[in-house]
C-alpha cells in the first residue's frame, strides 16, 4: 500500500479525498506529525500555493525521518481550490477560504459562514443569469526525485441566491452545479464526488498513482 502525505490541516477536505481515492492508498495528513509547520498561502495561482505545500511539507518530512517516522517511500500532495465567480472578476478564487477576513494576503481563514455571507452580499442585485461561478482544483504532488506534478479539474455551476442544504462544506451550500437544480450541500457526497473539481483532480492523480504501482 502506497503511503500519500496530504499538506492540509482541514478534516474535511482529508475525509473527501479519502473518500475519493479508495482503500489502495494510505492516507496521512499534517495532523499526523508533531510539529509539522505551517507553509504560507501567498501565491497569485492556485498551482503556486498547491507546490508550495507540497514541496514544503516533502522537505520538511526527509529533513525530520525520525519525528514524522516515515519508514517507507511516500509520495505527498497538496490542494489549492476555490471558487471563480464571473460577476467578481474571478474573486474569491485564491483567497476563498479567507475571503471574509480583513487581511486577505496570507491571513487567518474565515469561517464557511463568514465568507457565505460575503459572497452573497457581493452579489445581492445580481440576477440568476449573471451568477456564473466555477469551483477550480489544483492538486500539486511531490515525487520521489524531486520534481512537482500538477493534476487540475474544475466544476462550473452558478451561485444561488440564498443558502440551501445541511451538507458540504465552505461554498457547497451556494454552488448549483450545472445540470442540477440543488447546491452540493442538497445533493450530498455521492454526487459531489462524481462531479466535483477535487473528483476530476484525483481522477488524473489516481491514473498516475495506478501507473506508478505496477
Given amino acids: 500500500m502506497m503511503d500519500l502525505v496530504l499538506a492540509t490541516r482541514n478534516v474535511h477536505k482529508v475525509a473527501e479525498i479519502r473518500g475519493l ?36 511539507l516533502n522537505a520538511w518530512l526527509e529533513a525530520n525521518p525520525q519525528t514524522a517516522r516515515m519508514s517507507g517511500p511516500f509520495y505527498v500532495l497538496a490542494d489549492d481550490s476555490g471558487l471563480e465567480v464571473d460577476a467578481l472578476g474571478g ?7 479567507r475571503f ?19 459572497l452573497l452580499r457581493l452579489l445581492e442585485g445580481v440576477p440568476s443569469d449573471r451568477r456564473a461561478a ?9 515525487t520521489r526525485d524531486k520534481s512537482t506534478l500538477f493534476f487540475e479539474g ?8 440564498g443558502a440551501a442544504g445541511p451538507g458540504g462544506f465552505g461554498y457547497d451550500p451556494l454552488f448549483v452545479p450545472e445540470g442540477f437544480a440543488q447546491s452540493f450541500a442538497e445533493l450530498g457526497e455521492d454526487v459531489k464526488n462524481r462531479i466535483s473539481h477535487r473528483a476530476k483532480a484525483l481522477a488524473g492523480l489516481r491514473r498516475f498513482l495506478n501507473g506508478v504501482s505496477r
Fill in 21 to 56: 481515492l479508495g482503500g489502495d492508498v494510505r492516507l496521512l495528513c499534517q495532523l499526523d506529525f508533531k510539529d509539522c509547520p505551517a507553509v504560507a498561502e501567498d501565491a497569485a495561482t492556485f498551482a503556486g500555493n498547491a507546490a508550495r505545500k507540497a514541496e514544503g
Fill in 100 to 118: 471574509a477576513a480583513a487581511d486577505s494576503a496570507g491571513g487567518t481563514n474565515s469561517s464557511d459562514a463568514q465568507n457565505n455571507a460575503k
Fill in 134 to 142: 466555477r469551483f477550480r482544483c489544483v492538486l500539486a504532488l511531490a
Fill in 154 to 161: 474544475q466544476c462550473g455551476g452558478r451561485i444561488a441566491l
Fill in 91 to 97: 474573486a474569491p478564487g485564491v483567497h476563498s477560504a
